[in-house]
């Protein structure tokens, strides 16, 4: 086999291994979508994915309508104390938040705890 063609068996093997790792414990980032319209040969290390991510807004998490506002917060920050922390440290003002806003930034800060919970693993799948 000839360099280029191991050099695309790695970094897609590269690629499907962080999608997989992402689908079992980070399923809120869409990694797939970041890596595929980026080149994964510039991410040495999870701080380089870390920078991707962000400069994609892929820890951005929208959680639209009430009702999906109100189940996320339920199950995930029922007593809210989670959401308004991060809400007045970005500085919102409490009279300015709803359940949408509480549960995106809930959300969002979520997925970079699981992304900081992975990174190990995805410094092993980008060094080899």
């Known amino acids: ?5 191991e050099t695309q068996t790695k970094e897609e093997k590269q690629i499907d291994d962080l999608i997989k790792l992402f689908e079992d414990y980070a399923e809120d980032i869409d990694i797939d979508d970041i890596l595929h319209y980026n080149e994964i040969e510039d991410i040495n290390n999870s701080d380089d994915l870390l920078e991707l991510i962000e400069d994609n807004n892929g820890f951005d998490i929208d959680i639209i309508y009430y009702s999906k506002a109100i189940r996320y917060l339920t ?14 440290d970005m500085g919102y003002e409490l009279e300015n938040v709803n359940s949408e806003l509480l549960a995106s930034l809930h959300a969002s800060q979520k997925a970079r705890e699981d ?3 992975i990174t190990d693993e995805i410094d092993e799948i980008l060094s080899r």
């Open 1 to 5: 086999m000839n360099t280029q063609t």
């Open 115 to 117: 992304f900081h919970d």
């Open 75 to 88: 199950e995930n920050d029922a007593s809210l104390s989670e959401s308004i922390d991060i809400a007045v």
